[in-house]
């Protein structure tokens, strides 16, 4: 029942831009924190930036001046506008819901570490020239 679809990504040149978009249903979103996370080949997985649910904004520092993240509770939907994309950005890009009685990932947020239930099944953003 619960689902997360995320979509947005393809191919894109260094110093372009996608954005990013995860749909929720299944559960109540408005009160969620949302969160964004990418996992490169062969690399555990990196937090990206999370929107808690009174809109508050986090950014991993490798992406901070960059990246945006946002929420429209109306949608049920999260988005990450990447700009000045990097190829060190080549990675699926996973979101993820603090939802969930159990199960999920781990994953440290501005230093504190969150269980993070809830999870699509990725975009992947490629970036190269």
């Known amino acids: 029942e619960v689902q997360l679809v995320e979509s947005g990504g393809g191919l894109v040149q260094p110093g372009g831009s996608l954005r990013l978009s995860c749909a929720a249903s299944?559960?109540?979103?408005?009160?969620?924190?949302m969160t964004w996370v990418r996992q490169a080949p062969g690399k555990t997985l990196e937090w990206v930036s999370t929107?808690?649910?009174?809109?508050?904004?986090y950014y991993a520092d490798s992406v901070k001046g960059r990246f945006t993240i946002s929420r429209d509770n109306a949608k049920n939907t999260v988005y990450l506008q990447m700009n000045s994309l990097k190829p060190e950005d080549t990675a699926m890009y996973y979101c993820?819901?603090?939802?969930?009685?159990?199960?999920?990932?781990?994953?440290?947020?501005?230093?504190?570490?969150?269980?993070?239930?809830?999870w699509g099944q990725g975009t992947q953003v490629t970036v190269s020239s």
């Open positions: 993820a819901a603090d939802r969930g009685q159990t199960g999920g990932y781990y994953i440290n947020v501005a230093g504190k570490i969150r269980r993070f239930g809830y």
């Open positions: 299944g559960f109540t979103f408005s009160s969620s924190a």
């Open positions: 929107v808690n649910s009174g809109g508050s904004r």
